[in-house]
T-cell receptor, first 116, second 109 residues
Framework: NAGVTQTPKFRVLKTGQSMTLLCAQD?????MYWYRQDPGMGLRLIHY???????AKGEVPDGYNVSRLKKQNFLLGLESAAPSQTSVYFCATTPTGTVALGETQYFGPGTRLLVL | DAKTTQPNSMESNEEEPVHLPCNHS???????IHWYRQLPSQGPEYVIHGLTSNVNNRMASLAIAEDRKSSTLILHRATLRDAAVYYC??????????FGQGTRLTINP
């Protein structure tokens, strides 16, 4: 099993360009999450999904859109990239979203994005 | 929302035990205490979690204070591969975890 994979690993964008980050999981997990991590900071939740066809806003959703058309994929889109979106983006999954009961989150390796 | 407080950094020597503290004085009765770590240039990975009782697994031990206002992650015999940022997290609601800045652990050879 590959677990959680992210594509691409690294990308450079110019201000105003658009792109889509792909997160794929082969664990049949219901919940998927997108986080960003800025230098020296912890992770901040951007958007998450509780199942196929659903999405919800996290802590820092502005400037991002997401889609979950297939259970195994969670896409993060930047319609018009800004330098403030330079960050490392992590995708994560949980089987049923019951982190309140101690469920583990599984993270992907990250995508480094540089916006010039 | 309940928050956690951790030292910004700690240093230890290889093959010695490491005790990483976390304060969570506003924890609610149903909050689990989670520990994750992030190795350099990698995504976070699960270490351990607990509710009230101390917990042990192959990676670490978690000691939870009787009043649950603090906890300690214990690495029994640190190796160089344990150098990472360690996050102490309380679940914020049913569906997500909120990460703070964590403790950067340095292991000296």
């Amino acid at each position: 099993n590959a677990g959680v994979t992210q594509t691409p690993k690294f990308r450079v964008l110019k201000t105003g360009q658009s792109m889509t980050l792909l997160c794929a999981q082969d664990m049949n997990h219901e919940y998927m999450y997108w986080y960003r991590q800025d230098p020296g900071m912890g992770l901040r939740l951007i958007h998450y999904s509780v199942g196929e066809g659903t999405t919800a806003k996290g802590e820092v959703p502005d400037g991002y859109n997401v889609s979950r058309l297939k259970k195994q994929n969670f896409l993060l889109g930047l319609e018009s990239a800004a330098p403030s979106q330079t960050s490392v983006y992590f995708c994560a999954t949980t089987p049923t979203g019951t982190v309140a009961l101690g469920e583990t989150q599984y993270f992907g390796p990250g995508t480094r994005l540089l916006v010039l | 929302d309940a928050k956690t407080t951790q030292p910004n950094s700690m240093e230890s020597n290889e093959e010695e035990p490491v005790h990483l503290p976390c304060n969570h004085s506003t924890i609610s009765g149903t909050d689990y205490i989670h520990w994750y770590r992030q190795l350099p240039s990698q995504g976070p990975e699960y270490v351990i979690h607990g509710l009230t009782s101390n917990v042990n697994n192959r990676m670490a031990s978690l000691a939870i204070a009787e009043d649950r206002k603090s906890s300690t992650l214990i690495l029994h015999r640190a190796t160089l591969r344990d150098a990472a940022v360690y996050y102490c997290i309380l679940n914020q609601g049913a569906q997500k975890l909120v990460f703070g800045q964590g403790t950067r652990l340095t292991i000296n050879p």
